[in-house]
């Protein structure tokens, strides 16, 4: 897989993410919350500032998954010698028990069946 179509992907899945965490902030009723004085009705700059926060932390994370997810699936696809579907799975499997083994093994086992499921729904719906 060329570098450039690595890039692609990190970004996409950098704006993917961004757009996530906006969406997310917009609907969280505690966004722009003051917890040392709860009565106050946050400013709409406050409120922005927190979604502007929140999109890009979950831009950065998503990126960093994308960006595994990429490189794992290119070095798969380099060592097998073959261009399919099952490389995202086995990639899928490596970077969801990567991520999932921070919290122990039982996470990083559930990760890795995830993530491949999830990487072969795509690859299925994609192909």
Request: glycine share 14%; proline share 2%; hydrophobic share 45%.
């Amino acid at each position: 897989m060329k570098n450039k179509l690595k890039l692609k992907k990190t970004a996409i899945w950098f704006v993917l993410g961004g757009a996530f965490g906006v969406f997310t902030a917009g609907i969280d009723t505690n966004v722009g919350f003051d917890p040392k004085d709860p009565l106050r009705t946050p400013t709409a700059r406050e409120v922005l500032k927190d979604m502007g926060q929140r999109g890009m932390s979950y831009a950065k994370n998503f990126a960093i998954i994308g960006a595994m997810f990429s490189c794992t699936e290119c070095i798969i696809e380099s060592h097998r010698g073959v261009t399919d579907w099952k490389n995202a799975v086995y990639s899928g499997c490596v970077t969801g028990g990567v991520i999932g083994f921070r919290a122990g093994l039982k996470a990083g086992v559930l990760g890795c069946g995830g993530f491949a499921a999830f990487s072969a729904a795509i690859e299925y719906y994609l192909r």
